[in-house]
């Protein structure tokens, strides 16, 4: 959907030097990351598949080897987060090439993101198995979540409704909290306070075996924040919780039960948008000073599953039920206004994988799923209750051959009963060369987005009016690449390119009904991503990202960079207990939506590229006790993500982290 008030992305030059020059198109911090990234490699392990297992590429979602996908990954680990000390999703996909992550104001405020020059709610999100997209708006504002309890964050870019149906059509973020599944009983806690006035305490408790596993957790936040405005000197603060509660326990050798609660609260003091002070006729809106304004979000997503298996676990059936609601108020001197959304889903899905010894061996996997789906939302803006459903059947078969060839194929079809139905599908293969270090990977596919809820419905007559009469938006894409490795894999780079449609696509602004667009909005691009250990202890990785994205008129898509990439550098030193850690994230130039302060009228506007550097250290004093301490925006680079909303300028944090039971956290050094 694409909409005349939506957010934007970052940008950056590398090493706080503004990027000027351009060869071939490219700005020279593109072409300076592009480099980079053929010496880079670990905050983020984009093509660093091989052993590493994801659960977001399949209607199972059960653990397959990422390597075996022929679509475009990316694995962040929760080693990799604490190594960072990155304490949001957010910030964390700004590493993960292909994604635009957009931020309206300050910590906690609305945060979207776009992958491939996708618009907002084209991408599912999906947190331990349940979809978090709001019902409302159709996209998942990151503001609220925090990353401490994430066990890992998987990106598969590329069309996916054949497998997840609708929201999938751009990609699935898989977002795994930790388990406790076959951990020692452990116990953490850390508190770390810095720049703004920020405090942040968790603790957490896990551990299980192959009979039980358990784990709890509390995440807060809180901020005084920053002025957001370009106007006065108000701070705007922010109030985050995150809790997750998840476990399971086998009660027979084939029946197990599985279930998952994640809380997120978020109050995020907010500004007005509109004429500042002093504006005149003509002048742009931006936010301007308010006191007493904010926006308060409650988030509830939980799942049930019992699981059977039988014959070694070959053949697996789950039956489950989601439940995902999200209230939002906002609450101004001027006006309260409360959006309630709940979505829920049960569902059926099986899994049977048989193996033949024949050609150097053979095995498959077919997967078969029916769901049931239920929207509705609520708002003081208009009375009653608006809902919606649909159901789906899909079928998925996975094969590899000899070990070294892998193929999938995915169909499903959606009936909803105000859109009708749609039959969606995906293909991708993946080569894993022998004795080459070579792999080869491509994939196509087909995506829909139902209009949401909003679209369909509207709020309030003559002002957000809804239309029954839209059509989903619809999409057909593919992407080819090849990783390549080198020196025993201490080296690997992957390029991949990609090209996607929009067709249907919906058209909002302020005042009247959404429309479909004529005509087809085009979306092609590279990503290239890259790893090195040069030596042992240092770790490097980077991302570089060309988009070409316009709209049906041929113009240029706001809020998507044009060029976009992350350098990480990583030193551990002390055997290990230490890790010095440098992250650099560059956005190129980007067109933005711009307001008439009085009329609302709006136009265009381009924002400056930009360059954000990231310092942070840790150290084990002891096995149990972490010290660590980062700088954020080192080079008080100034910058906007979204027009007339002002970022945090220059800001250190330090901290303790103290674990009893477990194992010491080197993982994402070795």
Known sequence: MHSGFKSTGVSTSVFGCRLAASVCGLSSGAVALFVLAAMPAHAQQPVQLEGIFIEGGSTLLEPIEAGTIGNSVSVVTGEELQQRQVRTLADALRTVPGVAVNQSGAFGGLTEIRIRG????????????????????????????????????????????GIWGSNALAGVVNIVTRSGRNEPLTATASAEAGGFDTRQLSASVRGGNEFAHASVSIVEAQTNGFNISPFGDEADGADRRNISARGGVSVTPWLSFEGVVNKLDNTTEIDGFGAAPGARPGDFAVAFDQDDSSTITDALLAKGTARLSFYDDRFVTKIYGDHARNDVDTIDPFFVSFNGSQRDKFGVVSSYTYEQAQFGGLKHTIVGLYEDESEAFTTNASPGSFERSTQSM????????ADQVFVRAAVRSDDSDAFGDFTTYSLSGAWQVPSTGTRLHASYGTGVVFPTLYDQFGVI??????????????????????????????????????????????????????????????????????????????????????????????IAEVRRPEHSGSLNVAYAFAEGRGVVNLGVVYNGRMDDLAFNAFTFAQSQVTLQEYTVVNLSAHYDVTENVRLFGRVENLLDEDY????????????AFGGVRIKLGGTRDTAALE
């Open 640 to 651: 906007q993500q979204v027009f007339g909303f002002e970022t945090a300028p220059v800001a």
């Open 118 to 161: 996708s618009e907002n709610n084209h991408a599912l999100i999906l947190i331990d198995g349940v979809e978090a997209n709001d019902a409302t708006n159709g996209f998942f504002d990151f503001g609220s979540l925090l990353a401490d309890d994430i066990e890992r964050i998987e990106v598969i870019r590329g069309p996916q409704s």
């Open 461 to 554: 007559p003559g002002f957000f009016t809804g239309n029954p009469n839209l059509t989903a938006e619809e999409s057909q894409g593919y992407d080819a690449g090849i990783e390549q490795a080198f020196l025993q894999r201490r080296v690997i780079v992957d390029v991949t390119y990609f090209n996607q449609n929009l067709e249907n696509e919906i058209f909002s602004t302020f005042f009247g009904p959404p429309v479909n667009l004529t005509g087809e909005s085009e979306r092609q691009g590279v990503e290239v991503t890259a790893s090195v250990r040069p030596i042992d202890g240092l770790t490097l990785s980077g991302a570089y990202t060309y988009l070409d994205a316009s709209g049906v008129d041929g």
């Open 394 to 401: 899909a079928g998925e078969y996975r094969g590899g051959f």
